[in-house]
């Protein structure tokens, strides 16, 4: 469970989301031979990594991933503090995550100046977040009425992996996300 996680962290998990067979792959580097069948020792049994990815998934075992087969998987704040602790353990692979698409690095500058710039972020730099609404709070996250479930959950836990840690932002996205998750 801890290994398909890893992988996902590997392969720039933290922010969007990772298809199954990339995952098999990489845990495949990670751990060689460990995910393959016994028969034929160089083929990955895709079986097992979903069965592990289903578990990571669920919140008995720590709920360390969100997504599925279709959508492919993503860290939750559970994975990602998973991840960050065990990757000294594993010096000699590369991280995907730190090197972010043109398309991803556009939308983390876009999504802080966004962020950045809503009520609830000055209110809650200046007032404290205690004073910021729901309705502010759920508009920081682009959150709705209709957003509910595992739809809400992911766009919460984009902004936290992705922002959590900022200096300026990480405090308040924090807070807030705690908020919107009570709602």
């Not at 289903?54 to 991840?83: F, Q, V």
């Not at 709070?137 to 936290?160: M, P």
């Amino acid at each position: 469970m801890e290994i398909v996680a890893l992988a996902v962290y590997f392969l720039g998990g933290e922010s969007h989301y990772v298809h199954t067979e990339d995952v098999a792959v990489k845990a495949n580097e990670i751990t060689p031979g460990r995910f393959t069948w016994a028969k034929y020792p160089n083929q990955i049994n895709i079986h097992t990594i979903m069965t592990h990815l289903w578990d990571a998934k669920s919140s008995r075992k720590g709920g360390l991933l969100i997504g599925s087969e279709k959508e492919g998987w993503m860290l939750t704040e559970n994975g990602l503090e998973l991840a960050r602790g065990r990757v000294n353990a594993l010096k000699g692979l590369k991280s995907a995550s730190k090197k972010l698409t043109a398309g991803d690095q556009q939308w983390k500058r876009g999504e802080r100046i966004r962020l950045l710039n809503t009520d609830a972020f000055r209110k809650a730099a200046t007032e404290g977040a205690e004073t910021v609404t729901c309705e502010e709070a759920e508009a920081f996250f682009r959150l709705n009425d209709y957003v509910i479930g595992d739809a809400r959950e992911r766009k919460i836990t984009r902004i936290v992996n992705v922002f959590g840690d900022d200096p300026d932002l990480g405090p308040v996205v924090n807070m807030l996300a705690g908020k919107v998750r009570g709602r």
